[in-house]
């Protein structure tokens, strides 16, 4: 039972950057596909990149591509997300998931979360 702590959110205006992190409490994390997920205020939790547990495959929500980078550093059991380019619409919080079933993943069904880190984008 792996547990998630993320951080690096916070306040930015418009253009400017964040690096979330999420810790993972296991040695095992290597073996998990992890995900990044966020919720604005009124709205559904939606995807929001995820990468596989070599770093081998990553993909994107069409809303962040270009801007945002995920990845990974196993010997340290870190997740990273690399906001760049950051709009007022990616106000929300950030949730790190994780997931160690590969019949689950591809459903993107993911078992354990983070409590989240708060990113606001000022206009």
């Known amino acids: 039972q792996v547990q998630l702590v993320e951080s690096g959110g916070g306040l930015v205006q418009a253009g400017g950057s964040l690096r979330l992190s999420c810790a993972a409490s296991?040695?095992?994390?290597?073996?998990?596909?992890m995900g990044w997920f966020r919720q604005a205020l009124g709205k559904e939790r939606e995807f929001v990149s995820a990468i596989t547990e070599s770093g081998g495959r990553i993909s994107y929500a069409d809303s962040v591509k270009g801007r945002f980078t995920i990845s990974r550093d196993n010997a340290n059991d870190t997740l990273y997300l690399q906001m760049n380019s950051l709009k007022p619409e990616d106000t929300a919080i950030y949730y790190c998931?994780?997931?160690?079933?590969?019949?689950?993943?591809?459903?993107?069904?993911?078992?354990?979360w983070g409590q989240g880190t708060q990113v606001t984008v000022s206009s």
């Open positions: 296991e040695r095992t994390f290597s073996t998990y596909a």
């Open positions: 998931a994780a997931v160690d079933n590969y019949y689950r993943f591809i459903r993107q069904l993911y078992d354990y």
